[in-house]
C-alpha cells in the first residue's frame, strides 16, 4: 500500500478526497456499503457497516490524514492506539474496534507504542461539527489537535496506560472473535460469488 503525503494547505475536504483516491475506497469511502471486511490472514470476517461504524468512520478517515498513518494491517494498529490514547469519546464503535488493534501491538511493537505516546499528547477529532474540519487545512487542523509530527520520549504514565489498554483490548478481540467466527462461511461463499481478490479493511474503524 502506498503512503499517503497530504499538503498543509489542502483543506481536509481535499485531503480525504485524496486518501479515498489513492487507497481504493470509492468517493464516498464505503459509507454506503452494506457490509464491512475485516480479513485475518486469507479467513474474511463480514460484519454489518452499522450506524454506529460509519459514525465512527467519518473521524477515522480524517485521523488518517492528521496522523499519516498508512491504511495497511500495521498502520491500522497504528492509528488504532493513536485514537484510543487521543480519545474516542461517545464512539462506542471506535473504542470497541480499536481496543482490539492496539491487542495485536507485539507485530510492530515500537511502531505501535510510539504511536500511542503521539495520541496521548494530541486530541483526536472524535465529536467535532465535521463540516469546520472540512473546510479547515490540514495544517489548521493538526494544529488544533496537537498531533506531533513524531512521538517525543515516552513516560511512565505512557507505559502504564498502553499496558491497561492492550490488555483490554486482548479481552475484546476474543469477545469479536467469537462473535464473527460463525460470519466466515458468509465471508468465504461472497468471496467465491464475486470472484474478486479479497480487500482488507482496517483493524480499527477504517474503510
Sequence with gaps: ?????????????????????????????????????????????PFPNTAARVRALRYHDLHHVLTGFDTNFIGELE?????????????????????AGVSAWVLAPRRI?????????????????L???????????????????????????????????ATVGTIVALALFVTLLPLVPIGLLARRLVKVPPKAADGGASS
Design 113 to 129: 507504542f510510539a504511536a500511542w505516546v503521539r495520541g496521548r499528547r494530541s486530541r483526536s477529532l472524535y465529536g467535532l461539527p
Design 1 to 45: 500500500m502506498t503512503v499517503v503525503t497530504y499538503d498543509s494547505t489542502s483543506t481536509m475536504a481535499a485531503a480525504r478526497d485524496r486518501y479515498f483516491a489513492v487507497n481504493g475506497f470509492g468517493a464516498d469511502g464505503g459509507y454506503n456499503d452494506a457490509w464491512a471486511n475485516f480479513e485475518l490472514g486469507s479467513m474474511p470476517f
Design 79 to 99: 492509528i488504532s492506539a493513536w485514537e484510543i490514547s487521543a480519545g474516542c469519546k461517545g464512539f462506542v464503535a471506535a473504542w470497541v474496534l480499536n481496543l
Design 131 to 165: 463540516e469546520p474540519l472540512l473546510e479547515s487545512t490540514v495544517a489548521e487542523a493538526r494544529e488544533k489537535m496537537h498531533v506531533p509530527e513524531r512521538a517525543p520520549k515516552a513516560t511512565a504514565g505512557d507505559v502504564a496506560t498502553f499496558a491497561v489498554a
